[in-house]
Nanobody, 119 residues
């Protein structure tokens, strides 16, 4: 069982940056591939970014390439999502996930953190 807790969301202005964090409970965190997803109001949840268990491979949705960076610190059991040049269309609840590969499916999910971008 893996518990995931996201943090770092908030209300920001267009053009700002945010770093989201996802802390995991599992001692075997370093064995898990991790991903970020987001769900905007009235829309389906969508894949955002993925990182291999070792951090050696990452993948991004086309809509966020060049602005989002996923990383991880296995010693801290934490995965991060750096978001630069925020746009109003980035407004969503951001979720981290574990126990899957690529765009999914994933077994474990956090509760989400809200990111709201004002124009």
């Amino acid at each position: 069982q893996v518990q995931l807790v996201e943090s770092g969301g908030g209300l920001v202005q267009a053009g700002d940056s945010l770093r989201l964090s996802c802390a995991a409970s599992a001692r075997t965190f370093s064995n898990y591939n991790m991903a970020w997803f987001r769900q905007a109001p009235g829309k389906e949840r969508e894949f955002v970014a993925y990182i291999y268990w070792s951090g050696g491979n990452t993948n991004y949705a086309d809509s966020v390439k060049g602005r989002f960076t996923i990383s991880r610190d296995n010693a801290k059991r934490t995965v991060y999502l750096q978001i630069d040049s925020l746009k109003p269309q980035d407004t969503a609840v951001y979720y981290c996930a574990a126990g899957g590969h690529g765009t999914g499916p994933y077994t474990y999910w956090g509760q989400g953190t809200q990111v709201t971008v004002s124009s």
